[in-house]
């Protein structure tokens, strides 16, 4: 076979040159290319694609919830300007809640002392706490006892809270006394 007939480059070197790879060449150049399903097949495949997303998405059955930030439901403004919350979820049987916590640009949450711990994540914003900024992404946790004090937003900020239940409900009252 001539150079010209041969569609794939030689080797530089003769010793490198592998006797097998021609004729391996050839028979993948004689394979026949796939076949797609018949065109029968196709249009019953294709009209079941589309009927599939002209439907509403199933439910994912029992045990599941669910709960977007951007939902205005259930938010409750705090006795503090420009901030509010919203409960996620309580379990007291497992002492956990999950909380939203948004505060606008410039709002002040006041100091407090925490009966429990408590872990935070930005969601999105900036917020400044314990001489730090915290941005989107950032999280944080702090322990039974400790003292949150000078708790800011710069642009405003939504993040989500991981607290005791029982915590949650004391503050709660707390504040509602207030």
Same mark, same amino acid.
């Given at each position: 076979?001539s150079?010209k ?5 030689r080797?530089?070197? #003769?010793?490198?040159? /592998? ?5 391996? #060449? ?22 079941? #694609?589309c ?8 439910p ?5 919830r669910?709960?977007a930030?951007?939902?205005d ?15 996620v ?5 497992? /002492? ?29 914003? /900036? ?10 992404? /950032?999280?944080?946790?702090a ?12 642009s ?23």
């Amino acid at each position: 076979m001539s150079e010209k007939e041969f569609p794939f480059p030689r080797p530089a070197t #003769a010793d490198v040159f /592998d006797p097998l790879e021609e004729p391996a #060449a050839f028979l993948a150049l004689a394979v026949p290319a796939p076949r797609g399903p018949s065109p029968r097949v196709k249009a019953v495949l294709l009209a079941r #694609a589309c009927a599939a997303k002209r439907t509403e998405p199933r439910p994912p059955g029992a045990g599941w919830r669910f709960a977007a930030v951007a939902s205005d439901e259930g938010w409750v403004a705090l006795p503090f300007p420009g901030v509010r919350m919203r409960v996620v979820t309580v379990d007291a049987a497992r /002492d956990t809640a999950l909380v939203y916590v948004e505060m606008e640009p410039g709002a002040v949450f006041p100091d407090h002392d925490h009966t429990a711990d408590e872990r935070g994540l930005v969601l999105t914003g /900036d917020l400044a706490m314990a001489g730090r900024q915290l941005d989107a992404g /950032d999280f944080y946790e702090a322990a039974a006892g400790t003292r949150h004090e000078c708790i800011s937003s710069r642009s405003g900020c939504t993040g989500l809270l991981w607290l005791g239940a029982r915590a949650w409900r004391q503050w709660r009252e707390k504040i509602a006394a207030t």
